[in-house]
């Protein structure tokens, strides 16, 4: 590799490093990094409060993913979240009937196997929530909701049509009620209703 490549690999290299730099750094809690990229890179941050954990890119800055409960660790509760669909419905996720409430207002149901989940457990899918049950307990949550996000149709002359991924009202999520906040949250919307959390972790994902 002569000294021109490599000056324009450690130039490179530099120009996404400060592309993925974040600036929104409210929270108190260290910024810990695992699974970088070369030379450090990473490009999602991940905060994780009790049992609840939202991600963003840092191209976005925005947490559109938020998740509940481990295969290991199921949503204990805490912190208390409380999620409305988008057709208006409220959920308690620490209701002792809220099994019943998903399954009614659920529409899929299927058997759901992955690395994430026990064998047993079931997927109960509300677009664009997913909740995740096992022997009528509930487990956990994951939901994505991005405005920005497209997909794209492709007509038979071979053009591209763009077409929104989302077009029903975001799914709010907070700690009650009266602190449901659409999604997707910045940084100052999770510290305002969940408060500040208990791990940053910064990572590189594809």
């Avoid at 409380?82 to 409430?101: C, I, N, Q, R």
Wanted: hydrophobic share 35%; charged share 25%; proline share 7%.
């Amino acid at each position: 590799m002569n000294r021109r490549t490599v000056i324009q690999l450690s130039t490179t290299c530099l120009v996404i490093c400060c592309s993925c730099s974040r600036t929104d750094r409210p929270f108190d809690a260290p910024v810990e990094k695992e699974h970088a990229f070369f030379f450090g890179i990473t490009n999602v941050r991940g905060i994780f409060k009790g049992s609840l954990s939202a991600h963003a890119y840092f191209s976005k800055a925005k947490y559109t993913t938020f998740s509940l409960g481990t295969s290991t660790i199921p949503y204990s509760g805490t912190p208390p979240v409380f999620v409305e669909l988008h057709d208006g419905t409220v959920l308690d996720l620490t209701a002792s009937d809220v099994v019943s409430l998903l399954i009614g207002k659920a529409t899929a149901r299927e058997p759901w196997k992955c690395d994430k989940w026990p064998d047993g457990t079931e997927r109960l899918y509300f677009h664009p929530c997913q909740f995740f049950i096992r022997d009528n307990l509930f487990l956990g949550m994951h939901v994505t909701y991005d405005p920005e996000a497209y997909d794209y149709a492709v007509a038979e002359n071979g053009t591209k049509r763009k077409i929104p991924r989302y077009n029903i009202p975001a799914p709010k999520i907070g700690t009650s009620k009266e602190t449901l906040r659409p999604m997707p949250y910045d940084a100052h919307d999770f510290l305002e209703v969940f408060g500040q959390p208990d791990r940053v972790v910064d990572s590189f994902s594809e």
